[in-house]
DNA sequence: CGTCGGGTTGAGGGTGATCAAAGTTTGTGG
DNA sequence: CCACAAACTTTGATCACCCTCAACCCGACG
C-alpha cells in the first residue's frame, strides 16, 4: 500500500477522480525499496514487471551516446512515476537513476493494468499524466536546443519550482535539489565548468543561488524575464 | 471516412489491434482539409475539437520563445497523428505547422473518445502511439543537447529513413523531405548557415544529400556511425 | 525577364568547450 | 572527534565550434 501525500496532490488536481478512485490506486499492493544515491534505478534496456512512484529523493532519466555524453532528459520529484510507460512499451529506452538517496515505491503491472481496465476515470488520469510529461519534455527540447546557457539553467529552475509547489516541497523561496552541477550540466546540454560559471553569475545578481542542495530564489520576476518562462505547458502540474 | 494506407501500416504494427478494430477507425466520420506550405495549422493556447491525421506531406510541431527563436520540436510525416494529445489536454502548448503542401483528415474528438469507450484495444494502442512519440521526443532531446552537428544532422536523416520505411514511404535510399535549410536549422538548434556548412561536408564525403525536397542516402553504414544511431527508442514504429 | 525564396560562401567574433589545478565540502573510518 | 580520502566546486588560460553579418548565387515561377 503505498502512503504518498505528493502523489495525491499530483493526481487530485485531475479533478476527475474522486476520493474513492485514490483511495483504489492507494489500495493497490505495493513494495518499498530505498536506493542510495548514484543508483541506477533501471537501466536502459530492461523489461520491467511493475511501475516505480517516487516517494522521496531526486531521480533523473538520462540517456548515453556512443560516444559516452550523458543527457539527462527529465528530473522526477516526489509524486512522478517515472516509468509509467514501461506499463505500454515493453523495453526501457533510458536509464533511471537516483541522484540523491530516494524511495519509490513499486508496483505491479498486472495490479495496475487490471485497476485501468477496470476504472475508467484512473485509466484516463494516468494516461493524462504521460501526456503532461510529454509537454514537459517538449519544453526541455526548446531550453537546451534555443536558449543561452543562462536562460536554460534559469528556466530549469523555474520550471521545478513550479512542480515542488504543486506538490508541496517547495517552501517560500527554497526547495531542495541535491543534483550537483555536473548532472545539472548534462541536463542542460553544457560542462560543468560552464554551469559554474552562470551560477556565479545568477548568484552575484541576486537571482537565485544553488546550494548545499538546495535552490534559493531571490528574484522570481528576474529569474522568470531571464528564463523567459511561460508556465502553459505545465498543464495539470501547474494548476 | 479516413483512408490512408500510412496510418494503417502505422497501427497494424501494433499486433494486437485486428482488422475490424481497423475497420472501426477507418470509418469514423472526417473530413479532409487541404493546407498550403508554411500555413500553421494549429496555433499554441487553442482548444480544439479534433484530432489531425497527416495524409500527405510534411507537418512539424515547433515553439518560439520569447525572444523570437523557433526550435521544431518534431517532424510528421503520413500516419502520424501530430495532436492526439489534445483528446486529454484541452489546451495545445506548441504550434502545427504544415512544411510542405499538405492533407489532414480531422476526426473530432467526441467521436474518437466515444470508440476508445466502446473498445479498449484502439484505447491501447493510442496509449501507446502517445509513448512511443514521447521516446521520439527524449531522443531528440539527446541529439539537440549532446551530438555535433554533423552528429545531430546524421541523426535526424537516420530517424527519417526508418519512420519513412515503416510507412512504406521511402524507396531504396531516397525520401521525401521537403524540409528547407532554415528548418532543418530549427530542428536542430543550428542556425541555416551552419546546417548548410554540414550538408556541404557530408554530401562531400558521400554520405547523403538533401536537394530537391528529397533526402538521398549514400552509405547508410557510415551515416549510423557519425550518427550514433540505434533504433531501439523508436518501439513498435520500427518494428 | 524580373522577382523572390532559398542555397552558398566568406570574414570575423563570441559562447561555451577543454585542459589543468587549486580549493572546499562531504563522508568514512580510526 | 579528528584525519584522511573522495567527491564536488571554483578559477584560470586557451581553443574551437558554431554564430552573426553580409553578400552573392541559383532556380522556380509569374
Not at 1 to 29: A, Y
Not at 52 to 57: A, W
Not at 143 to 148: K, L
Request: aromatic residues 4%; proline residues 4%.
Amino acid at each position: 500500500v503505498i502512503e504518498s501525500p505528493f502523489l495525491n496532490r499530483r493526481l487530485r488536481s485531475h479533478t476527475i477522480l474522486g476520493d474513492d478512485d485514490l483511495r483504489l490506486l492507494q489500495e493497490l499492493p505495493a513494495s518499498i525499496r530505498n536506493v542510495p544515491a548514484a543508483e541506477t534505478i533501471i537501466s536502459e534496456g530492461t523489461r520491467q514487471a511493475d511501475c516505480c512512484i517516487i516517494l522521496r529523493g531526486l531521480v533523473c532519466r538520462s540517456k548515453t551516446t556512443d560516444i559516452g555524453k550523458r543527457q539527462i532528459l527529465s528530473f522526477h520529484i516526489p509524486g512522478d512515476i517515472p516509468d509509467l510507460q514501461s506499463l505500454l512499451l515493453p523495453q526501457l529506452d533510458h536509464d533511471i537513476t537516483a541522484l540523491s538517496d530516494a524511495t519509490i515505491g513499486l508496483v505491479r503491472h498486472v495490479d495496475l493494468a487490471a485497476l485501468i481496465d477496470a476504472n475508467r476515470r484512473i485509466a484516463t488520469v494516468l494516461w493524462r499524466e504521460c501526456l503532461t510529461e510529454a509537454a514537459v519534455n517538449r519544453e526541455w527540447i526548446v531550453n537546451v536546443g534555443r536558449r543561452s546557457g543562462e536562460a536554460k539553467l534559469a528556466h530549469m529552475v523555474a520550471e521545478l519550482k513550479r512542480r515542488m509547489e504543486a506538490v508541496g516541497l517547495a517552501e517560500g523561496d527554497t526547495f531542495p535539489f541535491p543534483a550537483t552541477q555536473a548532472d545539472i550540466a548534462d541536463a542542460l546540454g553544457l560542462t560543468t565548468v560552464h554551469v559554474n560559471r552562470i551560477l556565479r553569475v545568477l548568484r552575484a545578481r541576486r537571482v537565485l543561488d544553488i546550494r548545499h542542495r538546495e535552490v534559493v530564489i531571490h528574484d522570481w520576476p528576474k529569474l522568470v524575464a531571464i528564463a523567459g518562462f511561460r508556465d502553459n505547458y505545465l498543464h495539470a502540474i501547474g494548476a
